[in-house]
């Protein structure tokens, strides 16, 4: 059967409308005095309060991601799935529209309703308390992301909370290529582990902020916060520069594991590690230049490397306790 065109529907109102146009202009003055706008409070009752929920399931492969410049980077053979190239699934993603002051879920907040007992987890919930609920409080307009999963498992077992979505990540390689020729920096990049409460938040703030370095950002920006862990992972490190530093070549790295158990910096993350970021428009604070902003970066973690070879040899194993990144922020622009 054809299907009506745009233009044929467009047509079918108008024409109703043209038809009952006498019986409205017959109206009586006084019978349109009873249209009255709703305020705020009529209009709350009338709009969807409760948010979205999209229940996700996914496996994501790309064969290559090519940065172009003079010379080129690529990415080849990019793979997100589930551990064991299964299905990344068991995740579910609430939006909402806060309203001035509005509670909503928010990184552990979940476990407020999971009935876990674990002394450590009753202290991190704490912090979420706010005004008899668990969460984060939001300003007016303020869009809030929450990602979780779909089912914690048992809900008295804080690693079925922790471990609910698992993934993977898989990279073939990453190589630059110039006039010289190219070359392998990384290859075989393999991390498995589990996914946290992941937050991204888009503020509706029209105000601006100098940061302690002087660069003045939005208010308007779009903040991250996630915590995950990874239980096993591998990559060979081909060639690259160490923190612009140590040029390492030839070092392969295996049982490669992140997350925040050990040390004196473990408050509140529940054993995972952790990293937030904030983005936005800004103008650096010394060169006066606009660009992308990327601010208040934060990343906290222990990083075991129990097995680090050095051409076909192990050293033996290298282990982070307490590795944090704080108080960084940088100015991303063209040149």
């Known amino acids: 059967m054809t299907q009506p065109t745009i233009t044929a529907l467009l047509r079918r109102p108008v024409c109703a409308t043209l038809s009952i146009a006498p019986f409205l202009l017959a109206a009586s003055g006084s019978a349109l005095a009873e249209f009255r706008p709703l305020d705020d409070s009529r209009l709350s009752d009338v709009t969807g309060q409760a948010g979205v929920t999209i229940e996700m399931a996914a496996k994501v492969e790309v064969g290559q991601l090519r940065w172009q410049d003079e010379g080129s ?25 806060a309203g001035d002051g509005e509670v909503l879920n928010y990184g552990f907040s979940e476990l407020a309703g999971q009935n876990i007992s674990d002394p450590e987890a009753v202290n991190v919930l704490a912090g979420y308390a706010v005004n008899g609920s668990y969460g984060k409080q939001f300003n007016d307009g303020d869009l809030v992301m929450h990602l979780g999963a779909i089912d914690y498992g048992d809900p ?20 630059n290529t110039g006039s010289q020729g190219s070359s392998t920096m990384f290859s ?20 601006t902020r100098t940061l302690s370095n002087g660069d003045v950002v939005s208010g308007s920006e779009l903040q991250l916060e996630s ?9 060979n490190w081909d060639k690259a520069d160490l923190i612009l530093i140590f040029n390492l070549a030839a070092v392969s790295i295996d049982g490669l594991e992140i997350h925040n158990r050990r040390g004196n910096d473990t408050a509140g993350h529940l054993g995972m590690a952790s ?20 601010h208040d970066v934060e990343f906290r ?4 490397m129990p097995v680090f070879r050095v051409g076909s040899n192990s050293i033996g194993g290298v282990y982070f306790t307490d ?9 991303v622009y063209g040149h």
């Open 301 to 304: 973690a222990d990083v075991d």
């Open 188 to 207: 075989d990049i393999l991390l498995q582990g589990y996914l946290g409460p992941t937050d991204l938040v888009i503020r509706n703030d029209n105000s």
């Open 156 to 175: 008295t077992n804080l690693t079925d909370f922790l471990h609910a979505v698992d993934f993977e990540l898989a990279i073939d390689s990453i190589k």
């Open 227 to 235: 915590h995950f862990e990874i239980t096993n992972g591998h990559l």
């Open 73 to 97: 980077v690529d990415v080849n053979g990019i793979r997100l799935s589930g551990q064991n190239n299964t299905m990344l699934d068991n995740m579910k993603l609430t939006l909402d529209v």
């Open 275 to 294: 990293v937030k970021a904030s983005l936005s428009n800004g103008t650096g604070g010394i060169s006066g230049t606009d660009g992308l902003s990327v």
């Open 323 to 331: 590795f944090a990144i704080t108080d960084t922020n940088m100015m």
